[in-house]
């Protein structure tokens, strides 16, 4: 999708460090981490943000959270817990608009937003 950043890390154009694919999502480490774990789980389809997600995708976020609970196990974060987070437009501080889902975790979390 044009010069979206995700589409071109999902075709390989953009290097980034993968740690989950399959036919619908990709997962890989954020380049610029807040946390020993954070992965960008996103779906290979360019939805821009939450805001655009049609009856049709409905599917595919659940699907979604079931790939985001398996890095979760992967990453080894389910044992203590983790955050997932999907920053949304303008006072969500979105920087990238193609949807994604922040996992964050590997250690104690604060609640300050
Ligand atoms: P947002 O601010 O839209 O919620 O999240 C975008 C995230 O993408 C940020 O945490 C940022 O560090 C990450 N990011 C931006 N560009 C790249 C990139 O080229 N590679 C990777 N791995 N992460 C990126
Ligand atoms: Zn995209």
């Not at 659940?62 to 203590?80: F, P, S, T, W």
């Amino acid at each position: 999708m044009g010069d979206c950043i995700f589409c071109k890390i999902i075709d390989g154009e953009i290097p980034s460090k993968k740690v989950y694919e399959d036919d619908r999502v990709v997962a890989f480490h954020d380049i610029n981490p807040i946390a020993p774990v954070h992965v960008l789980v996103i779906p290979k389809k360019h939805i821009p943000s939450l805001l655009d997600l049609k009856e049709e995708d409905k599917e595919l976020v659940g699907y979604l959270h079931l790939v985001i609970q398996q890095v979760a196990k992967e990453m080894g974060v389910d044992r203590d817990g983790f955050r997932v987070v999907t920053n949304t437009g303008l006072h969500g501080q979105q920087t990238v608009f193609h949807l994604h889902y922040h996992l964050i975790g590997g250690r104690q979390l604060q609640w300050t937003m």
